[in-house]
DNA sequence: TGTTGACTTGGACAAAGTCCAAGTTAGGAT
DNA sequence: ATCCTAACTTGGACTTTGTCCAAGTCAACA
């Protein structure tokens, strides 16, 4: 996550504690927090954080293209820091636990031409459903 | 929908106006509305519907398995109508216009054994985005 | 080591959803 | 027909999630 920090400094960006530490808590695999989570995880390493700030560096960060959007379940949106490596999401419907998966070809290619409406589709976000095996009977 | 309506009754609900008013607000294709519009659409022929009874209603419908709830942007959860026949979502990135498509092969199959992590998958959501032919430039 | 524009802050506000006590009513029982 | 009652609805308070802004702070360049 340092490399994404020099990137960032090499784009402009002001480099700030705030800033390194909303970073460094979306390190890792199978992160995906909700903005306040960010926040409560950034506040434990610089408790006077502001809520504002967390938002506002998420949604940079979104705009570069860092870190993804994902919208799992209605509720409040989801970080996830895994931007360069293509990937879907597997949520279990018992705990809400989300894990990245990388199913095989192009799930834009299932989509016939007939089917697209003239839009110009360039993406296909994938959330697979199912039990975890803590959730499952 | 009225045949919902009646499917509804045999399942033991009581068939107030107000459920009688969000049914037929949710009636048609492509329709995904939010909580909010629902309750605007359904006050138009009720004026004293509770948005608190479109909550509760919508709920009761899609723990039914009658309508499905859509979380296609992280803002407001959405509700489609069309339950009973399988399809995708393709939603434009400029608008927010929705469509439901029909994508070919079971999106499920794209998702190998070892890639499931031991959960039980049950189902996969595809959202498909673009620009709509109203919105490319 | 000063300066300055970019960044951060806290709080007010807005949007989306939940919960509850009190009032109303659909539909079976009489 | 009309009564009864559990089921349903209501309005409002409350929570969660996210946005906005004026005032204060600070990183990075000179």
Excluded: K
């Excluded at 990937?87 to 697209?116: K, Y």
């Excluded at 976000?125 to 959730?135: A, I, Q, S």
């Amino acid at each position: 996550m340092s490399d994404l920090l020099e990137r960032l400094r090499g784009r402009g960006w002001r480099l700030t504690s705030q800033r390194r530490v909303v970073a460094e808590v979306l390190d890792g695999d199978h992160v995906h927090l909700t903005a306040d989570e960010v926040h409560a995880r950034a506040a434990a390493r610089l408790p006077e954080i502001s809520r504002a700030t967390v938002y506002n560096t998420l949604g940079e960060l979104v705009a570069l293209g860092e870190v993804l959007e994902v919208a799992t379940d209605g509720r409040a949106r989801r970080y996830d820091p895994n931007a360069h490596r293509a990937h879907q999401h597997l949520v279990c419907s018992g705990c809400g636990a989300i894990r990245d998966v990388h199913p095989h070809g192009d799930p834009l290619a299932a989509l016939p031409a007939a089917e697209r409406l003239g839009f110009t589709v360039t993406a296909a976000e994938v959330t697979y459903r199912g039990l975890c095996p803590d959730c499952r009977p």
